[in-house]
């Protein structure tokens, strides 16, 4: 369980399996003492949540201090304190994100981190599945999505769902509210469709940043990322989750292909 997706490809294909089929289900999901015969649906992730700590701790630094600025992620950053920041963490150094660090630059380290990562968040292999989902509509294009996501690397799914929990935290105060004292608390203006213009050219990327042509896409390709970024945000609850049907499937195929990885999950239960 503590092993990184990394390490896999050193593996015998026995244990890969083994490990690739433990990714359906967290420790606590597999708890006994849950009533029995209840049909429950298992998060994607695999046992060992695999995100980096740089995205981990933008995301968390903004949850606490940036939701409610105004225009996060389009207003500008110091060039400076970022660099300064993205080299602490290249560095390994154990970065500490307070509340006097600039919003500003956090959200701009976070976005060039996802900018320039060496295979893109979704990886470029699925660029083109992932834009087709785009012509689809309504449930149809949920349970595509959903299954290209369960395509994705572990480390890649699992920093996926963590960005897209944020996002999601970051639309849902977009509008202005009020507090108990009827002060009024000002809206940081990014909804889900604003988020989407923002990341989605990071996150779903056709070309590697710098080589020829990676910053110029049609309009129609420009239109499909919004719109299935969007569709990420609003339904990552949904869409990361594996249906008790489908853990049947697998269980199945498993029984058929693999009889020790069942033995083993049993005995694990």
Known sequence: GAMSVDSITDLSDNASELLEALQ?????????????????????NPITWQVPRIVDRCCTHLEMHGLQTVGIFRVGSSKKR?????????????????????VHDV??????????????????????????????????????????????????????????R??????RH???SWDPEGRQIPGNKMTVSNLATVFGP???QKEKPGEKDAGALNFEDSAAIILVL???????????????????DVLRRLFQTDPD??????RRK
């Open 261 to 266: 990885v069942i033995e083993y999950l049993l």
């Open 82 to 102: 970022v660099q300064q920041l993205r080299e602490e963490f290249d560095r390994g150094l154990d970065v500490f994100l307070d509340e006097y660090q600039s």
């Open 24 to 44: 359906l289900s967290h420790p606590h999901e597999l708890d006994p003492r849950r009533s029995r015969g209840k049909k429950k649906q298992l998060s994607l």
């Open 174 to 176: 977009a509008e202005s």
């Open 107 to 164: 959200a701009a380290l976070l976005k060039e981190f996802l900018r320039d990562m060496p295979d893109s968040l979704i990886p470029r292999e699925l660029y083109g599945a992932f834009l087709s989902t785009a012509t689809l509509e309504g449930q149809a294009q949920l349970d595509t999505l959903q299954l290209l996501l369960f395509l994705l690397p572990p480390c890649h799914s699992d920093t996926l769902l963590r960005l897209l």
């Open 202 to 204: 990071n996150i779903l």
């Open 230 to 248: 969007q569709r990420l945000i609003e339904h990552h609850h949904s869409l990361f989750m594996v249906s008790p049907e489908m853990q049947c």
């Open 166 to 171: 944020f996002l999601a935290e970051v639309a």
